[in-house]
C-alpha cells in the first residue's frame, strides 16, 4: 500500500496514533490529488466532512467532496503533488503542498502552492481548510488583469 518513495519516514516525535493519521494524510495529499480516483475521497474522509477553500462554497459531505475532487482534477492533465511539510498534533494537521500540471484547456504548464489544516475524527479527515494560490494560477492562465489589481491595488 505505501512505499518508501511516496511517504516519508516515521516520525519519532508522533505518537503511533499520531503516526497513523500522519500516513493517512500523507497518502492523500499525494495519491487523492495525483489519480483521478474518487474512491480515493471515500477511503480518506469523513462522511460528515466539511472542506472549505478549494472554491467560493463549503463543500460538506463525501457526494460533494467527490463531485468538487472530480471537477478540479478534470481542469488538470499530468498532475503531481508535493507535500513540503506536515506538522500534526493529536487530531489536528496543518500542510503545504505544491501542485504542477497541465491545465487541460490552454496547455499551459501550470505549478501552484496550497495550505491546508484541519481536523481529523473517527481515523479520517473530518474539517479541512485549503489556502490555495488561486491568483498566481488564474495569472499563468492570463485569466487575471494583473494591470487592473495594480491599478486598484498598487
Not at 74 to 91: E, F, K, P, V
Not at 113 to 131: K, Q, T
Request: hydrophobic fraction near 40%.
Amino acid at each position: 500500500m505505501f512505499n518508501s518513495e511516496e511517504y516519508s519516514e516515521p516520525n519519532p516525535e508522533y505518537s503511533k496514533h499520531e503516526e497513523v493519521f500522519a500516513a493517512l494524510l500523507r497518502r492523500w495529499l499525494k495519491l487523492g490529488w495525483e489519480r483521478n480516483d474518487n474512491a480515493l475521497v471515500e477511503e480518506h474522509f469523513h462522511p460528515e466532512c466539511i472542506v472549505s477553500g478549494l472554491g467560493p462554497d463549503v463543500v460538506e459531505g463525501i457526494d460533494e467532496l467527490i463531485a468538487t475532487h472530480r471537477a478540479i482534477c478534470g481542469r488538470m492533465l499530468h498532475r503531481t503533488a508535493r507535500l513540503q511539510s506536515l506538522l500534526l498534533r493529536h487530531n489536528q494537521f496543518a500542510a503545504t503542498l505544491e501542485f504542477e500540471g497541465k491545465h487541460r484547456d490552454s496547455g499551459t504548464d501550470v505549478a501552484f502552492e496550497v495550505a491546508s489544516f484541519g481536523v481529523m475524527r473517527d481515523g479520517l479527515i473530518y474539517r479541512a481548510h485549503n489556502i490555495v494560490d488561486y491568483t498566481g494560477l488564474y495569472a499563468k492562465l492570463g485569466l487575471l488583469d494583473t494591470a487592473k489589481m495594480a491599478e486598484h491595488f498598487g
